[in-house]
């Protein structure tokens, strides 16, 4: 398996623009997990989806942000509208249930100007 | 909500030292995971273990849960070495929660 692939891998946007970021789980992991890193807050998990379904989405900073996961190979993360503050990088993890070990992607790191 | 701290916060080496980086959590875990953020910053799996001791090659790991720390030992450090290393423990079956961070850095 190739792993969980992110694209794009850098993304530079202007302010007020809208910003999706794309993540293919590892084939058969059924869990997902959008995680965003700053040098101030370091990992935070921002959504985890169960089987498709989100489950806890109380790490979304605001209503700028929102995740969807249509089916089990592919999910989103759309920031619409973008802000400099949004900067950083984000990373998409999976695994097979919960609370067990979890794969992550190579991240995409995000300039918002 | 549960804390997880590490020490030391950052570490510079010799190449060929050992060293022992700790992880420290609040509360009872489910699962307990290291990872190695490389200088490219890809996070990399190196142990998922929520108990007992396991080893790969320079590195070993072992939990002890019931008193709530982790322990990392790297042996005859590398330069590939260097990076951060992070302890992520998970909670009520999914939460994961990451500590600060070891910043490592082995001189050649």
């Known amino acids: 398996d190739a792993g969980v692939i992110q694209s794009p891998r850098h993304e530079v946007t202007e302010m007020g623009q809208e910003v999706t970021l794309r993540c293919k789980p590892i084939?058969?992991?059924?869990?997902l997990f959008w995680y965003r890193q700053t040098m101030m807050r370091g990992l935070e998990l921002l959504i985890y989806f169960n089987n498709n379904v989100p489950i806890d989405d109380s790490g979304m900073p605001e209503d700028r942000f929102s995740a969807k996961m249509p089916n089990a190979s592919f999910s989103t993360l759309k920031i619409q509208p973008s802000e400099p503050r949004d900067s950083a990088v984000y990373f998409c993890a999976s695994s097979f249930g919960t609370g067990v070990e979890a794969f992550f992607g190579q991240g995409t790191r995000l300039t918002v100007v | 909500g549960i804390q997880v701290e590490q020490s030391p916060p950052d570490l510079i080496l010799q190449e060929g030292a050992n060293s022992t980086l700790r992880c420290n959590f609040s509360d009872s875990v489910n699962n307990l995971q290291w990872f190695h953020q490389n200088p490219w910053g890809q996070l990399i799996n190196l142990f998922y273990?929520?108990?007992g001791t396991k080893q790969n090659g320079r590195l070993s790991a072992t939990t002890v849960a019931t008193e709530r720390y982790s322990l990392l030992y790297i042996s005859s450090s590398q330069t590939t070495d260097s990076g951060v290393y992070f302890c992520a423990v998970t909670t009520g079956g999914f939460k994961t929660i990451f500590g600060a961070g070891t910043r490592l850095f082995v001189k050649a």
């Open positions: 084939s058969g992991h059924n869990s």
């Open positions: 273990i929520p108990s």
